[in-house]
């Protein structure tokens, strides 16, 4: 089935990176987008799985928002965008980024919803579909906050108030649940994570998270992806001091993240 528009009669010029590594030098820049916000998309990523899974004017939902990448994506793509966050400050951000944007109300709706409420997110997709005239959504993507890495926010369902490993892969199953409902059968979801370092040893969160989702749910796991996040903002300037902190202790420094594609079976 096709699923985008990537011209196969001249897919030897395509720039769609179909490999299971992908080396990213330095965030895109330009437009909307601004490195403003701890965790904040690099935009490459979704720009290559919104051209890769979705066509033109279909529709794209972003669980987990924050400052807008992927919305501003959707925007330069040609793509409707629903995006959901629960952190009121950055939304406010990114209602001032689209405020001049054409066709706002009709391709494009974000606004606060605590994703694991599954009375709230129903009550939200409802009234968003109604917005952008569409009847379901062809692509979701979900870049979650790695536990309690980075606190993003104050209230008490925020995921990145979360410490114990067990209830973070719960509250994301329950989100999954409460969102997945909305994909249309046989279409695609990207799941954007990395792993964290707690209590003196690595734990494979990402991997935890992608058992979890083929454990609960009828799905086709179709790619995975690692992401190196070279000059990332929480380490500029300071690769050296990770360098030795790292020679003087018994670990690894984290160079990447994973990027899960799943295929939605019914």
Same mark, same amino acid.
């Given at each position: 089935?096709?699923?985008?528009?990537?011209?196969?009669?001249?897919?030897?010029?395509?720039?769609?990176?179909?490999?299971?590594?992908w080396?990213?030098?330095?965030?895109?820049?330009?437009?909307?987008?601004?490195?403003?916000?701890?965790?904040?998309?690099i935009?490459?990523?979704p720009n290559?799985?919104?051209?890769?899974?979705?066509?033109?004017?279909?529709?794209?939902?972003?669980?987990?928002?924050?400052?807008?990448?992927?919305?501003?994506?959707?925007?330069?793509?040609?793509?409707k965008?629903?995006?959901m966050d629960?952190?009121?400050?950055?939304?406010?951000?990114?209602?001032?980024?689209?405020?001049?944007?054409n066709?706002?109300?009709?391709?494009?709706?974000?606004?606060?919803?605590?994703?694991?409420?599954?009375?709230?997110?129903?009550?939200?997709?409802?009234?968003?579909?109604?917005?952008?005239?569409?009847?379901? #959504?062809?692509?979701?993507?979900?870049h979650?906050? &790695?536990?309690? /890495? @980075?606190k993003f926010?104050?209230? *008490? !369902?925020?995921?990145?108030?979360?410490?114990?490993?067990?209830?973070?892969?719960?509250?994301?199953?329950?989100?999954?649940e409460? #969102?997945?409902?909305?994909?249309?059968?046989?279409? &695609?979801?990207? /799941? @954007?994570?990395?792993?964290?370092? *707690? !209590?003196?040893?690595?734990?494979?969160?990402?991997?935890?998270?992608?058992?979890?989702?083929?454990?609960y749910f009828?799905?086709?796991?179709?790619?995975?992806?690692v992401?190196?996040?070279?000059?990332?903002?929480?380490?500029?300037?300071?690769a050296?001091?990770?360098?030795?902190r790292?020679?003087?202790?018994?670990?690894?420094?984290?160079?990447?993240?994973?990027i899960?594609?799943?295929?939605?079976?019914?």
């Open positions: 089935m096709r699923h985008n528009d990537i011209d196969l009669k001249d897919w030897k010029y395509s720039d769609i990176n179909v490999d299971s590594l080396v990213i030098p330095s965030r895109e820049k330009g437009g909307k987008h601004k490195n403003i916000y701890h965790g904040n998309f935009p490459q990523i290559q799985l919104i051209r890769r899974y979705t066509k033109r004017n279909e529709l794209v939902l972003d669980v987990f928002l924050g400052s807008g990448t992927t919305l501003y994506e959707c925007e330069n793509l040609q793509r965008c629903i995006g629960i952190n009121a400050n950055i939304l406010h951000f990114v209602k001032a980024q689209m405020s001049g944007t066709a706002l109300q009709e391709k494009y709706f974000f606004d606060e919803c605590d994703n694991r409420d599954s009375v709230a997110v129903d009550t939200f997709m409802h009234e968003a579909l109604e917005c952008v005239e569409s009847q379901s #959504v062809q692509f979701i993507i979900m979650p906050p &790695y536990m309690d /890495i @980075v926010s104050d209230n *008490k !369902q925020d995921f990145s108030l979360i410490s114990d490993l067990k209830e973070f892969i719960q509250a994301f199953v329950q989100t999954c409460n #969102v997945l409902k909305f994909l249309d059968s046989k279409r &695609y979801f990207a /799941i @954007v994570i990395g792993d964290v370092y *707690k !209590q003196s040893e690595v734990k494979p969160l990402a991997f935890y998270i992608m058992n979890a989702i083929r454990q009828d799905v086709r796991l179709k790619g995975i992806i992401k190196n996040i070279e000059g990332n903002r929480g380490k500029l300037g300071s050296n001091i990770w360098q030795y790292a020679l003087s202790s018994d670990y690894y420094l984290f160079k990447h993240e994973y899960f594609v799943f295929k939605k079976e019914k």
